[in-house]
C-alpha cells in the first residue's frame, strides 16, 4: 500500500496521539486531532457494487441456459463429424465448450458474490471510519479550550479536559483506523481472487492466432478436468506467447504447424506442441519432438510423466507434501548445495517440453536403456552441475569463500538465461525484510502465478539458506516446489509471517527474497 493512501497517514496519527498525553502535549493534540479529522474516509459505492453484482449473477444465468442447450446437442448421437482447421471430432468439441461454459458460471457467480461481499465491507468500513469523527471533534474542542495555537493557555488549562480529550481520540482514531485497514484487507483478498479467476477464464487465450476459434477452444481446454483448478496444459501466458508466435510465423511454416495438430492423437498431444511453440522452438524442432512423442500421442498420462513434471492444480490440503518423481525418482537437488540450480532446472522443464523430454528419456523416449528413473536421476545431476558451475566465478570456488550456494543476484541472472529464454520475462530480484513488505508483494506474486509463471524465492534463518519455487496460487493459499523433491500447498500468513517451517521442520522459515517476472 502506497503511503499517499489514507491508511499510513492514520496510522502515523494514531502513534503520534496515543502518546501526546499530559499538559505538555496538549498542543500537539490538538493538532494531531485535527489532521486526523481532515484524512479522507473510505472510498467506493456500495449500491454500484451491488448493482454490477446483479449483471454478473444475470450474466451467470444467461451462461447457464448456453450450458444446457450445448449439453442437449451433446447428448443427441452425433455422426462422426470432424470440424475446425485440426481436425478434432465435434463430440470432443462440444465437451470443451461444455467445461468452458461450467467455468464461466463458476467464474461469474463467484465475482457477483465477491462483489456483494465487498460492497458489504465498503459499507461497514463508511460506518465504523463516520462513527470515529465525532470523538474526533469533541477532543479538537476539547483541546481547543485549553489550547493557544501550538501551546497550552495557562488560564484556562483543564488537566481533566486533557485526560479526556485523550481518551476520546484514542478511541475516534481507532475506529478510522480499523475501519480502513479491514477494507484494505478485504480489498486485497478480493483483488486477489479477482486474479484467481482471471486465470480460470481461459476462452480468450489463444485469441487472433490463425487458427479457428474452435481449435483455439480445444487447445486452451486440452488437460482441464472442469473442477475449477488451473490444469490446463497451457497456462495463461503459454497461450498467449503460441498465439502470438503462430501469427508470427511464415505461412509455409504456419501450415507445417496446423498439419502436425491436425495429426495429433489428441488434445493433450496438440496442447504439448503447442506448449513447445510457446517455449520459442521452431518448426524444425517441434517437428522433430512430434516425432518422437508421436507414439504416446493418446496416451495423456505419458505425456503428462514426461512433459510436466509439476502439477500446478490439485486440491491436496495445505502443509501435505506430494512427491515429485519421474518413474519413482525424485526431482530434487540431493545432497549438493544446488537448491537455485536445481529448482531453475525444473522450472524450465515444466515451461519447455523439449527440454523436459531430454531429461526424462534422453532424446530415446520408449528405450528402456534411456528412459526409465536411474539415467533420468545422472542426467537431472547434471544438468544442476551445469548451472550451478556455468553461474558461479572461479574465485567462488577458493577454499575460504566457498560456501556453497548460489546468491540472490546469480538465481536472477539464471532464471532469466534457463527461464525467461523460454517465456520472455526478465526476472527482477526483490528483496523483503518485513512483513508488511512480504504482505505488499503477494499479489504481484498472486499474477505472475496466475500467468503460469514460477516465481523462484528465497528463505532464511540461523540455519542457513534455501531457494524454492512458488508455482500454483489458490485462494490465500500458495503452491510451493522445494528441489527437496516435493510440491505442498502454504497459506499466505506463513509466508508473511515467517513460518515456512510448518510444512518441514528443515526448511528456513522467514522468506527474505523473491524474483519477480516482468
Known amino acids: 500500500m502506497s503511503d499517499d493512501t489514507p491508511l499510513p497517514r492514520l496510522k502515523q496519527l494514531q502513534g503520534d496521539i496515543a502518546d501526546q498525553n499530559g499538559m505538555w502535549n496538549a498542543g500537539a493534540l490538538h493538532y494531531s486531532l485535527r489532521n486526523a479529522i481532515q484524512v479522507p474516509g473510505p472510498s467506493g459505492f456500495p449500491s454500484s457494487l451491488e448493482s454490477l453484482a446483479g449483471d454478473y449473477s444475470r450474466a451467470e444465468k444467461g451462461v447457464d441456459a448456453a450450458l444446457m442447450a450445448v449439453g442437449e446437442i451433446r447428448r443427441q448421437r452425433l455422426p462422426t463429424v470432424w470440424a475446425g482447421e485440426t481436425q478434432v471430432a465435434a463430440a470432443d468439441a462440444l465437451a470443451a465448450v461444455e467445461r468452458g461454459l461450467e467455468r464461466g458460471i463458476g467464474v461469474l457467480g463467484r465475482i457477483a458474490k465477491e462483489l456483494r461481499g465487498l460492497a458489504d465491507a465498503v459499507e461497514a468500513a463508511q460506518k465504523r471510519d463516520g462513527d470515529g469523527i465525532p470523538p474526533l471533534q469533541e477532543a479538537y474542542g ?265 546468491t540472490d543476484r546469480q538465481s536472477a541472472t539464471i532464471a532469466d538465461e534457463e527461464i525467461g529464454a523460454h517465456t520472455g520475462a526478465d526476472y527482477e530480484n526483490r528483496g523483503v525484510d518485513s512483513a508488511d513488505e512480504r504482505r505488499a508483494v503477494l499479489p504481484e506474486i498472486e499474477r505472475a502465478v496466475d500467468e503460469g509463471h514460477a516465481v523462484p524465492f528465497s528463505s532464511r534463518d540461523d540455519s542457513g539458506g534455501h531457494q524454492m519455487l512458488i508455482i500454483g496460487h489458490e485462494g490465500d493459499r500458495l503452491q510451493v516446489y522445494n528441489p527437496w523433491g516435493y510440491t505442498v500447498w502454504v497459506n499466505e500468513d506463513d509466508f508473511v509471517n515467517g513460518r515456512l517451517d510448518s510444512f518441514d521442520k528443515n526448511v528456513p522459515n522467514e522468506l527474505t527474497s523473491v524474483r519477480l517476472p516482468k
Open 142 to 406: 476539547l483541546t481547543e479550550e485549553i489550547t493557544a495555537g501550538p501551546f497550552i493557555d495557562p488560564v484556562h488549562y483543564d488537566g481533566d479536559k486533557m485526560h479526556r480529550a485523550h481518551q476520546l481520540g484514542i478511541g475516534g482514531i481507532g475506529d478510522r483506523v480499523g475501519a480502513h485497514s479491514t477494507l484494505a484487507e478485504t480489498s486485497r483478498e478480493v483483488s486477489s481472487t479477482f486474479h484467481d479467476l482471471a486465470s480460470q477464464a481461459r476462452l480468450q487465450r489463444l485469441a487472433n492466432s490463425p487458427l479457428s476459434a474452435l481449435d483455439e477452444l480445444l487447445l486452451t481446454d486440452a488437460g482441464s478436468t472442469g473442477d475449477g483448478m488451473d490444469s490446463a496444459i497451457l497456462s495463461a501466458s503459454m497461450a498467449d506467447r503460441a498465439a502470438d508466435h503462430l501469427s508470427g510465423m511464415s505461412e509455409a511454416d504456419q501450415a507445417r504447424m496446423k498439419q502436425l495438430l491436425a495429426g495429433a492423437d489428441s488434445p493433450e498431444h496438440r496442447a504439448y506442441l503447442m506448449r513447445a511453440l510457446a517455449a520459442g522452438h521452431d518448426i524444425n524442432k517441434i517437428t522433430e519432438f512430434n516425432r518422437l512423442i508421436g507414439p504416446y500421442g493418446n496416451d495423456p498420462a505419458w505425456l503428462a510423466a514426461h512433459l510436466n513434471p509439476l502439477d500446478a492444480g490439485g486440491q491436496s490440503p495445505t502443509g501435505q507434501r506430494q512427491a515429485t518423481t519421474f518413474d519413482g525418482t525424485k526431482w530434487t537437488q540431493g545432497n549438493y548445495p544446488t537448491c537455485v540450480a536445481a529448482s531453475t532446472v525444473t522450472a524450465r522443464a515444466q515451461v519447455d517440453p523439449l527440454y523436459a523430454l531430454q531429461l526424462t528419456t534422453g532424446g530415446h523416449p520408449g528405450d528402456p536403456a534411456y528412459d526409465n528413473g536411474d539415467s533420468f536421476a545422472q542426467r537431472l545431476r547434471d544438468e544442476q552441475a551445469r548451472v550451478y558451475d556455468d553461474e558461479r566465478p572461479w574465485y567462488q570456488e577458493l577454499p575460504v569463500i566457498d560456501k556453497g550456494g548460489m
